[in-house]
């Protein structure tokens, strides 16, 4: 017999109490008896017993009750019900609360010991059950994290060992993580940086420039520019859960090979122009060398316009060469509608001659702004001029400056054929013609490149709404002189 277990009675005194003391006692189990609701309490917690037996009724209270309260406490404690009179429905209740027994007079010594080494012998089973699935499901759990714990190494590892910076971010940009390539292009060294701000560890302006473009969501290029030459682009990518990763890729080389283009294009310009100034210059003697015949004369125009047509491609990359090369320095106060009257003055023959109705909307007292008035004017020809090529004869086009919060924004509006919405970024880029764009209306693709780096460079920012088959608005935001 195992019989160190430890029996607690829990019942008010009467002659059986001792019967049954005696009896457990005999068959080698340890006893106590409880009194009242106090002692029972210490004692649960204290003994630890293998085996409680309750009274119908004890201390004001009733056996229900107090399974109820132990078995809440601990679940798998057999509990015994003795009831002083055996009555119809309380077995039935006694296993509906929860309890393993019942037990009443007449009892004999035997029947005590049998059931309690019954109820025992039950709840150890079912304790030794418990046991193996906690073990069991232990063992699938460590299982698990084993797996994710590999997992994660391996991917860390990954991180750690790519070429590109990657930094991840918590939502409030903390920092979660930062491999080795980061580290190096940030001059870090092997500090700990993680739960720190991003702002706090990373001090680069483009880096803080992209954190707070951030709201508008994935960003997918952003330069990040270093005081040494080196140029990285940028990218930002939200994780839903976790927060944000930015990855930085070293475009160094591919900034030096677009330098490298860049000046060749411009020595090829530059060195083209003079020979093209000698064409034309000769083309218009030969007109006043003799009379040429019909033929002749037609056959000279046409090379004369070819060739302003290329000294007018030559002239804009040359210009595009400058803006790009951060040459455009001058700076000083304009009045934005004046200039706006020079174009439109310089394009009302065309205007006219295509019947096309322009309106113009000039709010009064425009601040000044500071800025290049030869680079401006540029900027309104390309935008004005292109309205009027693009738009067909008969079309409206509208001219609008408006000042908003120091601002003042230019909005050309027309009635031509619209720019693809997929397009309607691209027209900005160099050579990039829409692919609707109609036939018989030439052009080289470097108006609106022009139009941006001009933009660029007075701080302002342009863009176009455009609906085909509508018309387009391109708009131009720069900022007023403080
Ligand atoms: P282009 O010399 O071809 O006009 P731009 O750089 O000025 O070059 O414009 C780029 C392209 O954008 C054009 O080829 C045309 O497809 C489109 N585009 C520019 N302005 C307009 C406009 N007002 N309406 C419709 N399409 C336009």
């Known amino acids: 017999m195992s019989n160190h277990d430890f029996i607690l009675l829990v019942l008010d005194p009467a002659p059986l109490l001792d019967l049954m003391e005696r009896a457990l006692r005999a068959a080698g189990y340890e006893v106590a008896i409880v009194h009242d609701k106090e002692g029972l ?11 409680v037996l309750v009274g119908e009724h004890f201390a004001d209270t009733d056996a229900f009750a107090i399974a ?49 080494k019954r109820s025992l012998a039950r709840a150890r089973q079912l304790g030794d059950w418990l046991r193996r699935e906690v073990k069991r499901t232990t063992a699938s759990l460590e299982e698990k994290a084993k797996i994710s714990e590999t997992e994660r190494s391996k991917l860390e590892a990954v991180i750690t060992n790519i070429q ?22 940030f001059g870090l ?3 700990a940086f993680d739960g720190r701000p991003i702002s706090d560890v990373i001090t680069n302006p483009d880096v ?17 520019n270093f005081d040494d030459g080196r140029v990285f682009n940028g990218k930002y990518t ?17 900034k030096e090979l677009d330098r490298l283009k860049n000046d060749f294009v411009h020595t090829v310009s530059h060195d083209l122009r003079s020979p093209l100034t000698a064409v034309l210059g000769y083309t218009e ?7 040429l015949n019909e033929n002749q004369t037609e056959f000279l125009h046409r090379i004369q316009g070819s060739v302003q047509h290329i000294t007018s491609l030559i002239n804009d990359l040359l210009d595009l060469g400058r803006l790009e090369a951060g040459f455009d320095t001058r700076r000083e106060a304009i009045q934005l509608e004046n200039i706006l009257k020079y174009t439109l003055d310089m394009f009302d023959g065309n205007v006219r001659k295509k019947g096309i109705n322009l309106a113009t909307e000039i709010a009064p007292n425009l601040p000044p702004l500071r800025a290049n008035p030869i680079r401006i004017r540029q900027m309104m020809d390309n935008l004005v001029g292109n309205a009027i090529k693009y738009t067909p004869a008969g079309g409206e086009i509208r001219v609008c400056l408006t000042t908003e919060e120091n601002q003042i924004i230019l909005q050309v509006e027309d009635t031509g054929p619209g720019i693809p919405p997929g397009e309607q970024n691209r027209v900005f880029e160099k050579f990039y013609r829409a692919s609707n764009a109609p036939e018989d209306v030439s052009g080289s693709g470097l108006g609106l490149a022009i139009v941006k780096s001009i933009v660029d460079s007075h701080q302002g920012r342009v863009w176009v709404v455009s609906t085909v088959g509508k018309g387009s608005s391109f708009f131009v935001v720069l900022p007023a002189t403080e």
Do not use: C, W
Request: aromatic share 4%.
């Open 41 to 51: 309490d210490k004692a649960v917690v204290e003994s630890n017993p293998a085996l």
């Open 189 to 191: 060294g092997s500090q």
């Open 238 to 254: 939200p994780i839903p859960k976790i927060g944000s990763a930015i990855s930085i890729q070293d475009i160094s080389y591919l």
């Open 285 to 291: 003697l030969i007109e006043r060398t003799g009379p």
């Open 68 to 116: 109820d309260d132990l078995l809440f406490r601990f679940p798998t404690l057999p509990i015994l019900l003795y009831a002083n009179q055996d009555r119809t429905g309380l077995a039935k209740a006694a296993l509906r609360a929860g309890m393993v027994g019942y037990l009443h007079p007449p009892l004999k010594v035997d029947d005590i010991v049998e059931t309690v």
């Open 164 to 185: 590109d910076g990657v930094i991840v971010l918590d939502s409030r940009q903390n920092i979660l993580l930062m491999n080795q390539s980061a580290r190096e292009i």
């Open 208 to 224: 803080r420039a992209m954190l707070t473009r951030s709201n508008e969501g994935p960003l997918k290029y952003h330069e990040i």
